[in-house]
């Protein structure tokens, strides 16, 4: 079992900056390749970025590429989602995910593990 419990979202205006935490605990975190997803009221889980597990390989959504930053430090069982020049179509629940595999994927179904969800919201 691996728990996931994340951090610091919060209300910002458009164009400012969030940093995303993810303390995992349980099975060891290294093993894991994670994944941030969100989900806005009234739309589908959508994904965000993954992080391979030794941190190498990682992969955006085009709706986020060059304003979001996936990262880990498996010395201290963290992932992190650095997200910067923010709109408000970035406001969503977002949730932290683990996978028993080396590389991440897009798809939610295809992760084992979930965080409970950060409220982030961003306005114009």
């Known amino acids: 079992q691996v728990q996931l419990v994340e951090s610091g979202g919060g209300m910002v205006q458009a164009g400012g900056s969030l940093r995303l935490s993810c303390a995992a605990s349980?099975?060891?975190?290294?093993?894991?390749?994670m994944g941030w997803f969100r989900q806005a009221p009234g739309k589908e889980r959508e994904f965000v970025a993954g992080i391979s597990k030794n941190g190498y390989t990682t992969f955006y959504a085009d709706s986020v590429k060059g304003r979001f930053t996936i990262s880990r430090d498996n010395a201290k069982n963290t992932v992190y989602l650095q997200m910067n020049s923010l709109k408000p179509e970035d406001t969503a629940v977002y949730f932290c995910?683990?996978?028993?595999?080396?590389?991440?994927?897009?798809?939610?179904?295809?992760?084992?593990?979930w965080g409970q969800g950060t409220q982030v919201t961003v306005s114009s």
């Open positions: 349980g099975r060891t975190f290294s093993a894991n390749a």
């Open positions: 995910t683990a996978r028993s595999s080396v590389v991440p994927s897009r798809r939610g179904n295809e992760y084992d593990y």
